[in-house]
């Protein structure tokens, strides 16, 4: 065999033993969850998080990923959520853009002589992408719908590697003679990166969205005819998404570089829906993020143990309510991202709980 002969073939030998770079993938309407779908997940901690690593055709490892904490959040229909909260939602030949096919259980939140309780938040999936499109909440005691004018969008379809868009988004509240409150939402997204990534129990073929998200509120007092803002911390959600698996596979949430949020789908035949906040039997904190105090209500919170945990699982403290709402005093507790508990009947509800000064 001649010197070009055994180059050809030795080519040959490099390209059969070499791996083969993986295709990336495109997400679109189909492989998003509908009504009726439950997201079953785990909590988890990440001590150190560099949000730089990516990169087309890139290997993300978080095969180490330990679980805290297992939840729950269900998709209803809409006719499912309070009629009241379903003007816009459920109204396609009057509000075509906010018609929504389902609700997710929200966070409640308020400040002072402002309190949004029993929170459904809203979207609408299709073929131009998933938008979050407003929220029911009872205001101040008064069932409402509010809608977000323009909607959000949390994905523009399909997805592909090195899609960029951004989504302005605003919402409004009236509360007659004493003030209004507006919250201003500006959403840039990116599709950044695309390979494989590895969970506890899983290796999938995803794609990465890094979404980076600025809000302000606005608050107008209308007895003294003032008004001022608030500008909200930088949130940058980072998202992978792998094809039919309906919710992310893993999404990072971080305030300031620091992971405040970190959820992955673990395990899902051995997850059960009754340990979620998000459903009937939960409970609400408010307001959170949180400084000195916290309110925590529930419908069955009398004679529950409320614990509070670290990020590393240790008991923080424990609390056993006497009514259905109860403040715990977080003035010793330092800065940071916790675990509060509600454990009764050998069940286990849990919520988020941010503490920031």
């Not at 998200?213 to 803002?229: A, K, P, V």
Request: hydrophobic share 40%; charged share 20%; aromatic share 12%.
């Amino acid at each position: 065999m001649g010197k070009e002969g055994l180059g050809y073939l030795l080519a040959g030998m490099v390209l059969c033993t070499a791996p083969m770079a993986q295709a990336q993938i495109v997400i679109d309407e189909a492989d998003m969850a509908d009504a009726g779908d439950t997201l079953r997940y785990w909590n988890g901690l990440l001590l150190q998080f560099d949000g730089g690593d990516t990169g087309p055709n890139h290997v993300w490892d978080f095969s180490d990923l330990g679980p805290l904490f297992e939840g729950a959040d269900t998709l209803v229909t809409v006719g499912s959520t309070p009629f009241l909260y379903q003007f816009f939602f459920n109204n396609p030949i009057l509000y075509p853009q906010h018609d929504a096919d389902y609700a997710v259980k929200g966070l409640e939140f308020g400040f002072q002589q402002l309190q949004l309780t029993n929170v459904y938040d809203y979207f609408k999936v299709g073929g131009s992408g998933l938008r979050n499109v407003g929220f029911g909440a009872t205001i101040n005691g008064l069932p409402s719908s509010v809608r977000r004018i323009p909607v959000d969008y949390i994905h523009r379809f399909p997805l592909e590697f090195g899609n960029v868009d951004t989504s302005l988004s605003n919402w409004d509240i009236d509360i007659p003679l004493l003030f209004s409150f507006r919250q201003e939402q500006e959403r840039r997204n990116e599709v950044d990166g695309w390979g494989t990534i590895y969970l506890p129990t899983d290796t999938l073929e995803v794609l990465r969205v890094r979404s980076e998200i600025e809000r302000t509120d606005s608050i107008y007092i209308d007895q003294f005819n003032f008004g001022f803002s608030l500008p909200e911390p930088q949130t940058i959600e980072y998202r992978w998404l792998a094809q039919g698996r309906k919710f992310p596979v893993l999404q990072v949430n971080t305030i300031g570089g620091i992971p405040v949020l970190v959820r992955f789908q673990y395990d899902l035949e051995n997850i059960s829906t009754a340990v979620t906040a998000n459903e009937v039997g939960g409970f609400s904190v408010f307001p959170n993020p949180a400084s000195e105090r916290v309110v925590v209500r529930a419908a069955d919170l009398r004679g529950a143990e409320l614990r509070l945990f670290d990020p590393l699982g240790r008991l923080l403290g424990s609390w056993t309510p006497l009514t259905d709402r109860t403040e715990l005093d977080l003035s010793n507790v330092p800065d940071g991202v916790y675990m509060l508990a509600m454990e009764r009947d050998g069940h286990r509800w849990t919520e988020r709980l941010v503490v920031a000064r």
